[in-house]
């Protein structure tokens, strides 16, 4: 049959409607699909051994003849085997399958066959369970690197595999969209030759073609897009003129000697701010490393123009938090600090919407209370976000809407998390970036540990000698509810041992620290109760807080000196490192204490990086090695494409080339109006389709 790009799967021999369904869950419809479906590893099948000679690790391929008919016998209802032994000039091997009853017709005594498993020996008999084989001389997925793919349930790599060679003859009818002078400039493959080869490569260095030519493709129009944004952003009109003051009058109020990475950031944003253009900043920096002086800063500058300020913070307890330090801080210097939250009296509220209507609030601090119908500002020209990854554009576009006055509010936005910085720089499209890469003297490191299972009852007899002298501590799980197969303290579970916040904060409670005041918090209790919780550990109230990791955005509680994380290699190295920021925030020796029962090897490596540095930017890079892009920011907001292939921690270098290659391209064609150009303008809007907008 003729198979073009958009040949249905249902059209393949073997693929019917059960089929199509489950490959419909990967997104598989089409040929073209199966294409850019790319391999996640490869299995190198090319070497052929013969009996003898097969090594005893890992999977090979063995050439062999069937020296026998299989033998097939049912051991009881579900469970057939069929036996055969296979013979070369070596010796034999003794092969066994189970629940494949039609390998008794599919091999046949005499013929010769090539057998791809894992060889076992007891004594000097060799052996191969369920190996995969292939009649030799018509070998598809032996003799050959073979892909394996990322797979779902009822859909075998071997049928991927399968289909995807099949599909392969119409990799020829795929337009090839990068500009000739690119490809030339940049030595890359024809799309035809990548395809074929990253699929099924000929030899590592037609793999590495095939790989540099698709992981440069994706960078390249995604560096495109996002010049689209920046050039959107910087044609985005006036953004409000504050005028310049000297930052010595800033610095006069602060109780302490800023880092000169603070510095700095200061005067990136004051250059920002007046510029007449709209600033749009990240801010990012480790926890506690001062972000806040920053906004304050910020928002002061602003206040001494005669303009209003709005932080956005995404909970309550922390929205006071920075309500209490900024007013203790600005209000010598007359800036006139409000709070609106969802939870204020009506009374209260209202009053605060009429002085931000008429000017006399300066600095509004705020949760989503300040998007909410009936609040408007009287000449806002300031946006500060705390924790981007819990605001997405719109809601920064829905408080820049209430700004009055016509021009293009200011945005700053802090994030906590710190992320290698030519991510950010992608990550963050429409943003500049700043770091604060330097901590504030005098700030004692957590000491950080990795305990196993059998050290539980000394680490609770650690939590109550930190109570005894006055401290609090944090107790972190990764689940909330209770199943049949939660491990309770010091049991092991059948299941995952994954720790449930209620079950176990409730054994806490009762049996392990019945003398303590311990509170119990997670995400499905409502916001008041979670608000209460909250509040009242950072009083004082509450000595153990047993919680999920809804306490990672958080508050500042320097009496809280130790952090204990259950199940501590469930969690990613970045979110844990977020949770350890959760201590060390006052004068006293704060301690993390990272409990696991994980036998693996790697899971306790990357724990042990976490436990031997504090710099956020080196776990950062770790937790993108480990775990790639797209789980580093778990639900992401900020609309931009997933990348299939390229490696952006590994691809630094492919990375700037892909992106000087867009500049240089959009010098020359700003619009990608020119014939060559529109097939690079039609895949980034298919790439951006989340954000149409930017061609606008």
Known sequence: MDITPNTPLTSFPGVGEVRAKKLEKLGLSTAASLLSWYPRDYEDRRTVYAIRDAPLEGRVCVTAMAA??????????????????????????????????????????????????????????????????????????????????????????????????????????????????????????????????????????????ARRRLAFEELFYLAVGLCFLKSRRDEGGEGFPIPPRPKEEFLSLLPFTP????????????????????????????????????????????????????????????????FKSLSALLSPAGVRVGLLTGSMKQSEKKKVREALASGEIDFAVGTHA?????????????????????????????????????????????????IPRTLALMIYGDLDVSVIDQLPPGRTPIATYVVREDKRQRMYGFVRKQVAEGRQAYIICPAVEENPDAALPGEESPALNLKAVKTYGEKLRKEVFPNLRLDILHGKLKPKEKEAAMAAFARGDTQVLV?????????????????????????????????????????????????????????????????????????????????????????????????????????????????EAARSLLEQDPQLTAPENRPVLERVRRLFADTPDIFN
């Open 68 to 209: 026998e008919h299989p033998r097939l016998s049912r051991i009881r209802k579900g469970l057939e085997l069929v036996q055969v032994k296979v013979v070369d000039h070596t010796g034999a091997l003794y092969l066994t399958f189970f629940n494949q009853g039609y390998i008794e017709r599919a091999i046949r005594a005499g013929e010769e066959y090539i057998f791809y498993g894992a060889v076992e020996e007891q004594g000097r008999r060799r052996s191969m369970v369920n190996p995969i084989f292939e009649r030799a001389g018509r070998q598809s997925f032996t003799g050959c690197i073979m892909p394996i793919y990322r797979l779902t349930a009822g859909v075998s790599n071997h049928l991927l595999a399968s289909l995807t060679r099949q599909a392969l003859p119409c990799a020829e009818a795929l337009p090839e969209t990068l500009p000739q002078h690119i490809r030339q400039e940049h030595g890359l493959a024809a799309v035809e030759f990548a395809i074929i080869n990253i699929h099924f490569p000929e030899d590592e260095k037609a793999l590495e073609l």
């Open 259 to 322: 880092t000169d990475a603070q510095s700095r950031v200061m005067d990136e944003a004051a250059a920002d701010m007046t510029s007449g253009r709209p600033m749009n900043r990240l801010v990012q920096g480790d926890v506690g490393s001062g972000k806040t002086a920053v906004a304050a800063f910020a928002g002061w500058l602003c206040a001494k123009g005669g303009f209003q300020t709005a932080l956005m913070a995404p909970t309550e307890v922390l929205a006071e938090q920075h």
């Open 370 to 418: 300040l998007i909410s119908e009936g609040v408007e500002f009287r000449r806002l020209a300031l946006i500060v976000a705390d924790e981007q990854h819990r605001f997405g554009v719109a809601q920064r576009a829905a408080l820049a809407a209430k700004g009055g006055g016509g021009a293009a509010p200011h945005v700053l936005v802090m994030s906590a998390t710190p």
């Open 547 to 659: 919680a999920t990791t809804v306490v990672e955005v958080g508050v500042d509680v320097p009496n809280a000196s130790l952090i204990i994380i259950e199940n501590a290699d469930r969690f990613g190295l970045s979110q844990l490192h977020q949770l350890r920021g959760r201590v060390g925030r006052g004068e006293h020796q704060s301690h993390c204490v990272l409990i696991t029962g994980t036998r693996s090897l790697e899971a306790m490596e990357r724990l042990h990086t976490l436990a031997s540095t504090t710099d956020g930017f080196k776990i950062s890079e770790e937790d993108l090695k480990a775990r790639g892009p797209g789980d580093f920011f778990g639900n992401r907001q900020h609309g931009l494409p997933q990348m299939k292939l390229a490696d952006l921690s590994g691809d630094m270098r492919l990375l700037s080339e892909a992106q």
